[in-house]
Protein backbone atom coordinates (compact mmCIF):
# COMPACT_ATOMS: atom_id res chain seq x y z
CA UNK A 1 0.00 0.00 0.00
CA UNK A 2 1.12 3.64 -0.75
CA UNK A 3 2.13 5.68 1.91
CA UNK A 4 0.80 9.49 2.21
CA UNK A 5 1.38 12.22 3.55
CA UNK A 6 -1.01 15.03 4.60
CA UNK A 7 -0.37 18.22 6.40
CA UNK A 8 -1.57 17.52 10.19
CA UNK A 9 -3.70 20.32 10.78
CA UNK A 10 -5.21 23.28 8.49
CA UNK A 11 -7.36 26.91 9.81
CA UNK A 12 -9.49 28.44 7.47
CA UNK A 13 -12.45 30.77 7.45
CA UNK A 14 -16.21 30.16 7.03
CA UNK A 15 -16.80 30.66 2.85
CA UNK A 16 -13.56 30.19 2.14
CA UNK A 17 -11.98 27.41 -0.40
CA UNK A 18 -10.13 24.94 1.36
CA UNK A 19 -7.47 22.80 -0.80
CA UNK A 20 -5.90 19.71 1.08
CA UNK A 21 -3.39 17.96 -0.77
CA UNK A 22 -2.20 14.57 0.02
CA UNK A 23 1.32 12.93 -1.41
CA UNK A 24 1.46 9.16 -2.60
CA UNK A 25 4.68 9.28 -4.64
CA UNK A 26 4.73 5.58 -4.45
CA UNK A 27 0.85 4.63 -5.71
CA UNK A 28 0.65 1.98 -8.59
CA UNK A 29 -0.84 1.97 -11.85
CA UNK A 30 -4.05 0.06 -10.25
CA UNK A 31 -3.97 2.17 -6.83
CA UNK A 32 -7.48 4.18 -6.52
CA UNK A 33 -7.22 7.36 -4.02
CA UNK A 34 -9.82 8.06 -1.76
CA UNK A 35 -10.91 10.63 0.83
CA UNK A 36 -12.84 10.24 4.09
CA UNK A 37 -13.96 13.00 6.89
CA UNK A 38 -14.56 12.42 10.26
CA UNK A 39 -15.90 14.44 12.62
CA UNK A 40 -15.88 14.30 16.57
CA UNK A 41 -17.20 10.94 18.16
CA UNK A 42 -18.31 9.67 14.60
CA UNK A 43 -16.99 6.75 12.48
CA UNK A 44 -14.82 8.63 9.36
CA UNK A 45 -17.47 8.87 6.48
CA UNK A 46 -16.76 8.49 2.47
CA UNK A 47 -15.90 11.90 0.63
CA UNK A 48 -14.70 11.02 -2.58
CA UNK A 49 -12.71 8.67 -4.48
CA UNK A 50 -10.62 8.72 -8.04
CA UNK A 51 -7.90 7.72 -9.99
CA UNK A 52 -6.64 10.85 -12.42
CA UNK A 53 -8.13 13.90 -13.74
CA UNK A 54 -11.30 15.36 -11.99
CA UNK A 55 -13.75 14.29 -9.90
CA UNK A 56 -16.39 16.04 -8.59
CA UNK A 57 -19.68 15.14 -6.25
CA UNK A 58 -22.00 17.57 -4.10
CA UNK A 59 -19.57 17.64 -0.96
CA UNK A 60 -15.72 18.05 -3.23
CA UNK A 61 -13.85 17.78 -6.00
CA UNK A 62 -10.67 15.72 -6.16
CA UNK A 63 -7.94 17.03 -8.54
CA UNK A 64 -5.17 14.47 -9.29
CA UNK A 65 -2.33 14.96 -11.67
CA UNK A 66 -0.73 13.28 -14.55
CA UNK A 67 1.83 11.59 -12.51
CA UNK A 68 -0.89 10.59 -9.80
CA UNK A 69 1.65 11.28 -7.30
CA UNK A 70 -0.19 13.64 -5.48
CA UNK A 71 -3.59 14.84 -4.86
CA UNK A 72 -5.77 17.52 -3.79
CA UNK A 73 -9.32 17.23 -1.89
CA UNK A 74 -11.24 20.94 -2.50
CA UNK A 75 -13.97 21.98 -0.09
CA UNK A 76 -15.84 24.47 -1.65
CA UNK A 77 -17.31 27.18 0.65
CA UNK A 78 -16.75 25.70 4.18
CA UNK A 79 -18.77 26.33 6.64
CA UNK A 80 -18.38 25.64 10.25
CA UNK A 81 -19.60 22.29 10.01
CA UNK A 82 -16.87 21.24 7.67
CA UNK A 83 -14.66 21.26 10.82
CA UNK A 84 -12.88 17.69 10.92
CA UNK A 85 -10.17 15.22 10.34
CA UNK A 86 -9.94 14.48 6.73
CA UNK A 87 -7.82 11.31 5.52
CA UNK A 88 -6.38 10.56 2.23
CA UNK A 89 -5.71 6.73 1.55
CA UNK A 90 -4.40 4.76 -1.45
CA UNK A 91 -6.08 1.61 -2.19
CA UNK A 92 -6.00 -1.07 -4.53
CA UNK A 93 -7.53 -1.97 -6.85
CA UNK A 94 -10.30 -4.25 -6.03
CA UNK A 95 -8.56 -4.82 -2.77
CA UNK A 96 -10.80 -2.88 0.53
CA UNK A 97 -7.86 -2.90 2.52
CA UNK A 98 -8.10 0.41 3.50
CA UNK A 99 -5.20 2.04 5.73
CA UNK A 100 -5.75 4.97 7.54
CA UNK A 101 -3.13 7.29 8.47
CA UNK A 102 -3.17 10.48 10.54
CA UNK A 103 -4.99 12.78 8.76
CA UNK A 104 -5.55 16.38 8.72
CA UNK A 105 -7.54 18.18 10.71
CA UNK A 106 -9.65 21.44 9.38
CA UNK A 107 -10.66 24.02 11.78
CA UNK A 108 -12.89 26.39 9.96
CA UNK A 109 -13.71 29.54 12.34
CA UNK A 110 -16.11 32.08 12.25
CA UNK B 1 -31.43 0.99 6.37
CA UNK B 2 -30.78 2.02 9.66
CA UNK B 3 -26.99 1.74 8.69
CA UNK B 4 -24.38 -0.15 11.06
CA UNK B 5 -25.18 -0.83 14.34
CA UNK B 6 -23.00 -1.40 16.86
CA UNK B 7 -23.66 -2.81 20.77
CA UNK B 8 -22.87 -1.75 23.18
CA UNK B 9 -22.06 2.14 22.77
CA UNK B 10 -20.00 2.14 26.04
CA UNK B 11 -18.45 -0.47 27.74
CA UNK B 12 -16.31 -0.27 31.09
CA UNK B 13 -14.82 -2.84 32.42
CA UNK B 14 -11.69 -4.33 34.92
CA UNK B 15 -8.43 -5.75 33.64
CA UNK B 16 -9.07 -9.18 33.14
CA UNK B 17 -12.38 -9.32 32.06
CA UNK B 18 -13.57 -10.67 28.82
CA UNK B 19 -15.46 -8.42 26.63
CA UNK B 20 -17.27 -8.65 23.51
CA UNK B 21 -18.38 -6.14 21.13
CA UNK B 22 -20.84 -7.06 18.57
CA UNK B 23 -21.68 -5.35 15.21
CA UNK B 24 -24.89 -5.62 12.61
CA UNK B 25 -23.71 -4.80 9.12
CA UNK B 26 -25.47 -2.68 6.20
CA UNK B 27 -28.22 -5.56 5.06
CA UNK B 28 -26.32 -6.64 1.39
CA UNK B 29 -23.24 -5.63 2.24
CA UNK B 30 -20.27 -8.39 1.83
CA UNK B 31 -17.39 -6.86 3.68
CA UNK B 32 -17.01 -5.76 7.26
CA UNK B 33 -14.10 -4.25 8.77
CA UNK B 34 -13.47 -3.98 12.24
CA UNK B 35 -11.10 -0.89 13.21
CA UNK B 36 -9.81 0.58 16.47
CA UNK B 37 -8.87 4.16 17.26
CA UNK B 38 -6.88 5.98 19.69
CA UNK B 39 -5.20 9.00 20.05
CA UNK B 40 -1.72 8.01 20.21
CA UNK B 41 -2.08 5.14 17.25
CA UNK B 42 -4.77 6.72 15.32
CA UNK B 43 -7.41 4.41 13.69
CA UNK B 44 -5.73 0.97 13.15
CA UNK B 45 -7.27 -1.22 10.83
CA UNK B 46 -7.69 -4.58 13.06
CA UNK B 47 -9.43 -7.44 10.75
CA UNK B 48 -11.69 -7.38 7.57
CA UNK B 49 -14.02 -10.31 5.92
CA UNK B 50 -15.50 -10.79 2.77
CA UNK B 51 -18.29 -12.87 2.25
CA UNK B 52 -18.36 -13.94 6.64
CA UNK B 53 -14.82 -15.44 5.70
CA UNK B 54 -11.68 -13.52 7.34
CA UNK B 55 -9.27 -11.97 4.65
CA UNK B 56 -6.43 -10.13 6.72
CA UNK B 57 -6.22 -10.27 10.41
CA UNK B 58 -2.77 -8.99 10.33
CA UNK B 59 -3.77 -5.79 12.67
CA UNK B 60 -5.16 -8.05 15.23
CA UNK B 61 -2.43 -7.06 18.41
CA UNK B 62 -2.28 -10.55 19.67
CA UNK B 63 -3.99 -13.55 20.45
CA UNK B 64 -6.49 -11.97 23.30
CA UNK B 65 -8.13 -10.55 20.14
CA UNK B 66 -10.59 -12.60 17.97
CA UNK B 67 -13.44 -11.64 15.64
CA UNK B 68 -15.70 -14.22 14.04
CA UNK B 69 -18.76 -13.54 11.26
CA UNK B 70 -21.08 -16.42 12.00
CA UNK B 71 -23.61 -15.37 8.88
CA UNK B 72 -23.71 -12.07 6.95
CA UNK B 73 -26.09 -10.04 9.33
CA UNK B 74 -23.88 -10.36 12.72
CA UNK B 75 -20.23 -10.27 13.92
CA UNK B 76 -18.28 -9.82 16.98
CA UNK B 77 -14.81 -8.89 18.39
CA UNK B 78 -13.93 -10.77 21.73
CA UNK B 79 -11.14 -9.17 24.17
CA UNK B 80 -10.29 -11.81 26.53
CA UNK B 81 -8.62 -11.36 28.70
CA UNK B 82 -8.81 -7.24 28.55
CA UNK B 83 -6.09 -5.16 29.27
CA UNK B 84 -5.65 -1.10 29.79
CA UNK B 85 -4.18 -0.48 27.27
CA UNK B 86 -7.26 -2.12 25.07
CA UNK B 87 -8.86 1.29 25.91
CA UNK B 88 -9.95 2.79 22.59
CA UNK B 89 -13.17 3.38 20.74
CA UNK B 90 -13.90 -0.14 18.21
CA UNK B 91 -15.87 0.89 14.91
CA UNK B 92 -16.98 -1.47 12.51
CA UNK B 93 -17.75 -0.83 9.37
CA UNK B 94 -19.50 -2.84 5.61
CA UNK B 95 -19.37 -2.15 2.83
CA UNK B 96 -19.84 -3.97 -0.65
CA UNK B 97 -16.87 -6.23 -1.94
CA UNK B 98 -14.36 -4.12 -4.08
CA UNK B 99 -16.00 -0.63 -3.26
CA UNK B 100 -13.84 1.95 -1.68
CA UNK B 101 -17.14 3.53 0.29
CA UNK B 102 -17.34 1.89 3.52
CA UNK B 103 -19.61 2.66 6.16
CA UNK B 104 -18.87 3.20 9.52
CA UNK B 105 -20.76 2.40 12.48
CA UNK B 106 -21.38 4.93 15.63
CA UNK B 107 -18.67 2.86 17.61
CA UNK B 108 -18.13 1.20 20.78
CA UNK B 109 -15.83 3.14 23.72
CA UNK B 110 -14.07 0.54 25.56
CA UNK B 111 -12.70 1.39 28.92
CA UNK B 112 -10.35 -0.97 31.06
CA UNK B 113 -9.43 0.24 34.30
Known amino acids: LAKTTQPISMDSYEGQEVNITCSHNNIATNDYITWYQQFPSQGPRFIIQ???TKVTNEVASLFIPADRKSSTLSLPRVSLSDTAVYYC???????????FGAGTRLTVKP | DAGVIQSPRHEVTEMGQEVTLRCKPI?????LFWYRQTMMRGLELLIY????????DSGMPEDRFSAKMPNASFSTLKIQPSEPRDSAVYFC???????????FGPGTRLTVT
Open chain 2, 93 to 103: ASSFQDSYEQY
Open chain 2, 49 to 56: FNNNVPID
Open chain 1, 89 to 99: LVVGYNNNDMR
Open chain 1, 50 to 52: GYK
Open chain 2, 27 to 31: SGHNS
